[in-house]
Structure formats: C-alpha cells, structure tokens
C-alpha cells in the first residue's frame, strides 16, 4: 500500500457520547428514565456533536427515553439509536428487533457488526458469509427507510490483527450498504497506542486507494471507540486522531462496562488545549469540570476527585514551595489555566504547609491576614500540632477556615454544646441485623438560653444530629436546609484497639454548596460530634454572609461575625469554645 498521509487538522472532531448506554453498562451503576432524559440535556448544552440513547426495544426505559427526547427534542446534540446487524437467518425487514430502531425517530442510527472471525464462528455461531450478509442486509434495510448510520466495527483491532483480509471484507459491506461513518473499535480494550496508530494508518491507506465515495463524492468518515481495560483508552483514541479518525466516541467520567470506557472529561481537553482540534466551544468547555460533577452526582458515584482537568484535586497545591511558586506563576505547577476547564486552583492545608499555604487560603475565605502578622504563624504550628493528633485539614477545609477566623477573634458562635449523652437499646430490635435504636439528650447554649433536647435516631451518630438540629431549628430556620452527605470514619492508631483515637470526616450541604469539617477523639462519638457542630456552624456561616445585605463584600461578613460574637460567646467559658466537646469522654 502506498502512504497517504490523512488530514491531520480536520475543522472539528465529533464528540460522540455514550454514556447512556455504554456507561450505564458499568456494575452498580443504574439509570432511570429521568436521569437519562437529565444526562441528555447536560451533554446537550456541553456541545457533544452526537448523543447515544440506547437501544431501543432492549428495554422498556430506553424505548421511554426516546419518546420523551421525541416530545422536547435536544437543541444542539444528535439523538442516535444503537442496535445490532439482524440475526443470523432473518431478514431485516422482518427482523422485530430492528422495529423500535427506526420507531425510534432518530435521523441516524449506529449499528455494531462483528469484525473478528473469531466471533461469528463462536459468538454467532454461523459462518463468516452470513455475517458479512448481515451486516449488508441491516444497513441497505436502514437505509432504506431513511436513517444515516455509523457502523461500529466491534471486535476491529482484534479482528485485524487475527484475519485482516476478513476484517477489511466486514468494512467493505458496510461501505457498499451505504454507512456514513466507519468506527473502529477496541472492545476488549487490550490494544497499544502503537498498534491502533499502525491500523488505523494502514485502513485509511487502504480506503484512499480503493477511493469509495458515496453520490456526493464523500469517502466514508472513520471514528473510534475505546475501552480501559489497559488503562489506555484515552491514549489509544488520541492515537487514532492522529491518524486521521474525526469522530471520537466516549463517556462522561469514563463509566463503561468492567474498566470503563474513554472519558471524553480528559479527552476533549487534551483535543482541544493541547493537541488544537476543536471539540466544542471555548465558553462550552468551561463547563466541563461542572458537567462531570453533576452527571456523577445523578448516576449516584462519588465523583473521582483525582481525575484529571476536572476532578476536585486535579489543580491542587499542597506542598508549601509548590504553593510559593504558583501564585508567582501559575505554570510552575499548573499544565493548563484551571478556569479553561471550569475547574479552580485549590491550596491545601496540611502539616506539609508553609506561610504561603495559610496567607492564600486566607485570601480565598477573605481573610485579612498579612505575611508579618504573627497569628500567620500561630496558625501553622496550630495545624502542626492538630494534624500529630490526627486532624486532618485538607479534606476539612471548612473547619480549617473555622480554625483562622478564631485565630484572629472572627469565629462567630451560634451556639455551644454545654454536654449531651447517649443510650443505645439493642434488645428491642435484636432481629434486625444489628440495627440499634439510640436516644441523644443534648444541652445547648443559643442565644442566651440553655435548651435541652431529646431525639432519637438509628445508632447514636444519627440521633445525636437529630437532637442537634431540634434543639437549634426554631433559632436558625436554615439549619432545616442543611442535611449530610457523607460521613466517613478513620481508625488512626489500630494497635491500641478499643482505645484507639478515631478521625471522623463530615461533608454537609444545604443545596447549593458543600463543605466538610473534621473531629479526632478516642471516643468516637465525641469525635462525631464536634464534625456535626462545626458543620451546623460553617453552614450557618454560609447562610448568614450570603443573606446580609453585603454578602461577603466589605462589611457584611465581618458585622455579622461580630453580632453573633458578642450574643453568643461568653470568653469566660472555656465550655462555650465549639471545639472544646471534651466531656463526652
């Protein structure tokens, strides 16, 4: 074959997003129909050129989605139907399968078609002329009736590399059926960057020199589609770009069956910032980091705070001569502008800090502090010392901003916990496979007044934040806002067994935003607590800055911190200080 070297800078790659069907393949994710309908409508406004919706007829849900998408079509996206070559022996026409497919409405269909000799004889069970039939027969029926279809040629690097010839015959009836688009797919996910840039160079030479076009003289468009399962999705799918492929298929977040699919959060920026392709807008791509947070928070997964470009760490800066460098510059330590992605730069606080640590993250909470004021060191070696008990404040930055404003007799105190008890009762319920009814009495001080409050809950954690919110609501309405998250428990120091210290991490929301506090006892109740307290506090922090007249500009902040000082805190009381819950023990 002679080299013809492909376009390499086409006008725009296609975004081609499978989350819908592709990821919801991935163990112990689930999607309803309102939550596919949602996912839709965000990687619409992302920009992606084409959105998979499932295979209709598969499932009743996914013939659902796509008569609502019918009702309140998509704005910008490509709805696309996904289905299979007939079965072996039919026909197409009459094939029931393919009914709900062009029932579906959509303009375009993607029908997958085996390309390894290996499955037909042993997946299909039939031979390797009925399978090129097959795929010549689903595609020419299809056309038929109006639909443009990309043909996923599944199994194609395997296939390749087995039984070229066979392979090649497999495109060449799609092609002669009339697809518009030839992707070409790693299924099992095994196949090397080197590999997939020879293959992929090699079928686009062979395509040239065969010269097929279609009426408008159109050769027909590669793409490619990508598993993880060697961890390199993301790498072999810029392989094939760079080979001339213009459609690149995806997921949000990389969810897909066993390891995944090619996340299309890391490969539309590396497209796009690094490599100069256009995927979608500028303005479009500043909303990723957001678009990936909500699609996790909808499919109900922990969003991978280490992902690249859009994960919650990705721009980081914890060590303190990373962070020293970085607010000179930001390309010492930061590959891209974070606000590109839509993401943010991020210092974190941990016995690993320096000054510049502690003077930026004062800066972001709008705290007046300077790098000669002493308290800035004060600061430091309290976190030092808090961290050697096994605080840890960069996954609470919350109580960290608690911590500084205290520093420098900012800290409002809405209330203080005087005491509170617990008594848990296993008996009644001792069928319920460890489920154990517990009571929480809780005194507090709030405005003056001491309340003692009861409530009860399912373990002594959840009754203890019942009594908490009970005994606060009817002062702070908006505590009813509030709920948890996330609660998380450490064990430090295991040697010591039942006496061993415990860290328990907190994440409240009331909504809108979230924040997480921390607390460290060797009773892990006590440990829980003083994270329920400060989280109630930031919260009520929260609520009172962004509803005084000035938010967090000027004055506003600090009037209030100043208000609640003076109604809340009595100095004298060493009790009244929120962090001091030591007489749970």
């Not at 060697?230 to 790498?235: D, E, F, I, N, Q």
């Not at 004021?373 to 004060?378: L, N």
């Amino acid at each position: 074959m002679k080299d013809c070297q492909p376009n390499l800078q086409p006008a725009k790659l296609q975004i081609y997003d499978t989350t819908l069907r592709d990821g919801a393949q991935r163990e112990g994710l689930s999607l309803s129909i309102e939550d596919k309908v949602r996912i839709a409508r965000k990687l619409d406004r992302l920009g992606v050129a084409f959105i998979e919706g499932g295979w209709p007829g598969a499932n009743p849900k996914d013939g659902e989605f796509f008569r609502r998408i019918q009702a309140e079509p998509l704005m910008n996206a490509e709805l696309v139907a996904f289905c299979s070559t007939r079965r072996p022996g039919a026909k197409a026409n009459e094939d029931a399968m393919l009914v709900p497919i062009v029932a579906s409405g959509t303009r375009l269909v993607t029908v997958f078609g085996k390309s390894w000799d290996l499955h037909v004889t042993e997946g299909l069970r039939t031979t390797l002329d009925e399978n090129l039939a097959m795929i010549t027969d689903t595609i020419t029926y299809l056309r038929s009736r109006d639909r443009h279809i990309i043909y996923d040629a599944e199994h194609w690097f395997d296939g390749y590399k087995q039984n070229p010839e066979y392979a090649l015959r497999t495109l060449e009836a799609a092609i002669a059926a009339g697809a518009e688009w030839l992707v070409f797919c790693d299924t099992n996910g095994g196949t090397l960057p080197s590999e997939i840039e020879t293959i992929v160079k090699q079928v686009g030479n062979w395509l040239s020199e065969r010269g097929d076009r279609d009426s408008k003289g159109i050769m027909p468009k590669l793409g490619i589609h990508t598993h993880n399962d060697s961890g390199l999705a993301v790498a072999n799918a810029l392989a094939a770009v760079q080979q001339g492929v213009t459609m690149i298929q995806g997921t949000i977040n990389g969810y897909g069956e066993r390891c995944g699919n090619a996340n299309l959060c890391t490969l539309i920026p590396n497209l796009q910032l690094k490599m100069g392709w256009q995927c979608i807008t500028d303005e479009q791509l500043t909303q990723l980091s957001e678009v990936s947070r909500q699609v996790s928070e909808i499919v109900n997964l922990a969003p991978d705070e280490h992902a690249p470009f859009v994960g919650l760490s990705a721009f980081a800066h914890k060590g303190g001569i990373h962070v020293s460098a970085v607010q000179r510059n930001p390309l010492t330590y930061e590959h891209i502008a974070p606000e590109q992605v839509g993401n943010s730069r991020r210092i974190v606080i941990s016995e690993q800090a320096g000054l510049s640590n502690i003077l930026s993250k004062a800066k972001a909470c709008g705290i007046p502090l300077q790098k000669d004021d002493p308290t800035c060191r004060q600061i430091l070696q309290k976190i030092k010392d808090l961290e050697q008990l096994g605080y840890q404040f960069e996954a609470a930055e919350a109580s960290f901003e608690l911590l500084m404003r205290d520093a420098i007799a900012q800290r409002p105190h809405f209330f203080s916990v005087l005491s509170f008890q617990i008594h848990s009762d296993a008996a009644r319920h001792s069928d319920r496979h460890g489920e154990v009814d517990s009571l929480a009495t809780v005194k507090v001080m709030v405005k003056g007044q001491e309340k003692l409050t009861a409530s009860e809950g399912n373990g002594p954690v959840s009754a203890l934040d019942a009594a908490l919110r009970k005994s606060l609501v009817k002062f702070y309405p908006a505590i009813a806002q509030f709920y948890l998250t996330d609660y998380k428990v450490r064990i430090l120091n295991s040697n010591a067994g039942t006496d061993a210290k415990t860290r328990v991490l907190i994440e409240s929301s009331n909504g809108d935003r979230r924040w997480t506090t921390v607390g460290v006892s060797t009773n892990i109740i006590a440990a829980s607590c003083k994270a329920l307290v400060e989280g109630l506090e930031y919260g009520l922090m929260l609520y009172e800055s962004q509803n005084s007249p000035n938010h967090l500009s000027d004055r506003g902040l600090s009037d209030f911190i100043e208000q609640n000082i003076e109604q809340n805190y009595d100095r004298s009381n060493p009790n009244n200080q929120i962090g001091a819950i030591n007489l749970a023990n």
